[in-house]
């Protein structure tokens, strides 16, 4: 019995999460109470920096020197996603300053884009000591927060940057050579996963098929409005 009510609680918990996460921040009124006016039910991204403040809900906070929340157009209609900070990102506290990052805001660039223009972040906020994948309770910890970034900017595209973004948002195990270049559906935006910049930088034989996935994004952006 008391299983069954934790597991209840639990699927309580996410399920409150989740509205959360897509902005609703208060349920309706019962009717038991009299009508008090509506609660600002527009989450902003200083409400989500400030719910995440100095945040300690996985080990990575003990290693690292920064929390690396996200920068750039809080309204941008292009989203990009890496999958978590680097050494100089960690320095600094902004995503992509690193080598990669240099080539990802030339990529931006290439697209008549500027970096204040979209938004860059990571699917987690914290570097992990010698730059080691994400783990899946530092994943856990950190999506809702990337989530309710999504849905505070609500980007008409995210592109996934290399395997573990596109594989974390897309729920998938399926390779990044497979997954890149279409669009799939995050909750009513459109995901475009594309290869890593640091993985260009070791094969730059693979910036065409980057390319490629850009010139999708334009179309898209360009043809949604
Ligand atoms: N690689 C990432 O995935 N994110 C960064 O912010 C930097 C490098």
Known sequence: MDERINELISDLKTYLEYLKGIGIVSLPSSGMKPEQPPPSQVLTMIDVRKELGDCKRCKL???????????????????????????????????????????????????????????????????????????????????????????????????????????????????ITALRGKFYDLEGVKVIPTYHPAFLLRNPDKKREVWEDMKKIVELLNNSD
């Open 61 to 175: 906070h003990r290693t690292r020197k920064t929390i690396v929340f996200g920068e750039g157009n809080e309204k941008a209609t292009l989203m990009f996603i890496g999958e978590g900070p680097g050494y100089d990102e960690d320095v600094q506290g902004k995503p992509f300053v690193g080598r990669a990052g240099q080539l990802l805001t030339k990529i931006i660039e290439s697209i008549h884009l500027s970096r204040e223009e979209v938004y860059i972040a990571n699917i987690i906020k914290c570097r992990p000591p010698q730059n080691r994948n994400p783990e899946p309770d530092e994943i856990e910890n950190c999506n809702p927060f990337l989530m309710k970034q999504i849905s505070v900017i609500r980007p008409k595209i995210i592109c996934a940057l290399g395997t573990f973004s596109a594989q974390t948002l897309l729920q998938t195990e399926t390779k």
